[in-house]
């Protein structure tokens, strides 16, 4: 098969261009941004002539108003719209009428001298806060820390004042009273006569507002949602065409974080763009002796939930897959970082992957390793040897830096086609043989990037986990779907990126204290922090 202009930098720079475009929003799933990249790739392959279909799956539980959420002020003349406030997500649905009461930014840190609960009696009381912190505290905080503060000391419900509202779509963090936002306008309306936001901004204080209030929440579910994208191209071998090879690239990035845009354009439209421009070519050329899926992965940046959705749930029977491809980060090769694991997964590989690059003068350090925090994971550990094309971290990892001006396009393009040709290999030789690895032990892996072993839906308020994996430290710790993780080693966490930054600071063998929020109460234990690849 020769190159074609699917392979070529001019058509990888204008896949990357897309999905790294301001309308993308940073493709996190789950939103609307997501779901105009999986558009936008659905729409690329059925142009090259490919049927593709979108894998749907649950990304996190989620939910939506119901009827009848009021927020009353008793004497108020004109009624509190429902512009002017919103439930929290992760708010109980309840009914509560009580006195309001001011207490600063809600926030009870006693181990750093602060406490706006001190001397304020709010017991079955609500209660009204700034968002955000004090700059003196120095740290960024998540909602769920004021929600903790709340409930510990006996208030019924949290108001959070808020402008502009935040989103009802944010994935929920569970609390055990009625939480929401107020716009300042309806702060200022709870407040006692002669009293105003600015003066509290100015000296916060704890205050009894002699105001009542009614908060009517009702929500119901509404699951968050991300998909994969598919396209299989059948196979032209009668006695091959029943056998699969899996190519994959994860299309998803972080979205907004505290505002800022990430398009992620090395991670990943770098390897989205080589699996589309490989999909063409194989398209063009009319296929391959076994039947290929490309797979675009969504969720990867949460906890791999696309490609474990895939492997529980496959396009086409997983035992006879014979091999999975996994392209995340192939932009930088300039950097002459180009590593491709999991050579070790199968007999052979290895020799595929060296005639590949030397047919297309490309250098690469190659390791057996097909253990991973990316999609082939999912595969190998399905059963499925796995390779891994990657080329190598860099400053602007997980940043609105991470542009696509710095991608090497050249170098994508010569991956790109030494890919080809591993691929090609796999669709017509004899079945390359599983091999059983172990993964690393702790005393093997100490030193290297540490791992605690956690899923995320990725949301901004602490780091809410859809999943734990199996005797990792996070396991072995006792956290569970549900929990929100708030400290690691003493870093507030308002976020799940929040949560990597605090892993990537230690090393796997090192042990960390960890207090998270479960049904609305906060616990804290120590565990001991695994390899990457644990």
């Keep these: 098969m020769s190159a074609g202009p699917a392979l070529t930098r001019e058509a990888l720079s ?31 392959l059925r142009k090259a002539g490919c049927a593709s279909f979108l894998q ?17 002020i008793p004497n108020r003349t004109s009624p509190i719209v429902s512009t002017d406030w919103t439930p929290h997500a992760g708010s ?3 009914d509560v009428t009580a006195e309001v009461v001011f207490v600063g930014y809600g926030i009870s840190a006693p181990e750093q001298a602060y406490d706006d609960y001190a001397g304020v009696d709010v017991k079955d009381r609500i209660v009204l806060a700034f968002a955000g912190q004090p700059s003196r505290l120095g740290r960024r905080l998540p909602r769920v820390e004021k929600i ?3 409930r510990e000391h006996g208030a019924r419900a949290l ?12 994935a929920p963090v569970a609390s055990p ?38 908060i009517r929440v009702a929500l119901e579910p509404a699951d968050q949602r991300g998909v994969n994208v598919l396209c299989v191209v059948p196979g032209t071998d009668p006695a091959l065409a029943g056998e699969t090879v899996v190519v994959g690239a994860h299309y998803d990035h972080l979205g907004r974080v505290e505002g800022a845009v990430h398009p992620g354009a090395d991670d990943n439209a770098s390897g989205t763009a080589v699996v589309l421009s490989l999909a063409r070519a194989f398209l063009e050329a009319g296929g391959a002796p076994r039947t290929l899926v490309f797979a675009l992965f969504g969720a990867e940046e949460i906890g791999l939930v696309g490609s474990r959705h895939y492997v529980a749930q496959p396009a086409r029977p997983l035992d006879r897959t014979v091999a999975m491809v996994n392209l995340d980060m192939v932009g930088r090769a300039s950097t002459g970082k180009l590593a491709i694991g999991g050579v070790d997964s199968a007999a052979g590989l290895g020799d595929t992957v060296k005639a590949a690059l030397a047919a297309e003068s490309l250098a690469a350090s190659l390791t057996g390793s097909p253990f991973g925090p990316s999609d082939h994971s999912s595969f190998y550990r399905a059963g499925v040897p796995a390779l891994f094309f990657h080329t190598g971290s860099h400053a602007d990892y997980h940043r609105p830096s991470d542009t696509a001006d710095k991608l090497d396009l ?7 086609a030494a890919t080809r040709r591993v691929v090609e290999t796999l669709a017509a030789a004899p079945r390359p043989v599983y091999a059983t690895i172990r993964p690393p032990t ?19 308020d602490g780091a809410r986990l859809v999943g734990v994996v199996p005797g990792s430290a996070a396991d072995r710790a006792g956290l569970r779907e549900g929990d929100v993780v708030i400290r690691l080693a003493g870093a507030a966490l308002a976020s799940f990126e929040d949560l990597r930054v605090a892993v990537r600071k230690h090393s796997a063998g090192e042990r960390v204290d960890v207090v998270y929020v479960r049904n609305g109460e906060r616990f804290s234990v120590s565990t001991t922090l695994g390899g990457q690849h644990e």
Aim: charged fraction near 15%; glycine fraction near 10%; charge should be neutral.
């Design 14 to 44: 204008e896949i990357v261009t897309a999905l790294t475009a301001p309308d993308m929003d940073g493709r996190r799933s789950g939103t609307p941004g997501g779901d105009r990249a999986a558009s936008y790739i659905a729409d690329t």
């Design 56 to 72: 749907s799956f649950v990304i996190a539980a989620g939910t939506r108003l119901a009827a009848s959420n009021t927020f009353d």
């Design 92 to 94: 109980t649905s309840g």
């Design 148 to 150: 903790v503060a709340a």
């Design 159 to 170: 108001l959070v004042i808020d402008d502009p509202l935040p989103s009802l779509s944010a």
């Design 177 to 214: 009273i009625v939480t929401a936002s107020v716009r300042r306008s309806v702060a200022e309306a709870l407040l006692p006569a002669g009293t105003t936001l600015a003066s509290l901004e100015a000296a916060p204080r704890a205050l009894s507002t002699g105001t009542t209030a009614r």
């Design 410 to 416: 050249a170098g994508m393009a010569r991956i790109a």
């Design 442 to 460: 702790r005393s093997r892996v100490t030193g290297a990037y540490a791992f605690l072993g956690v899923q995320s839906d990725g949301g901004a």
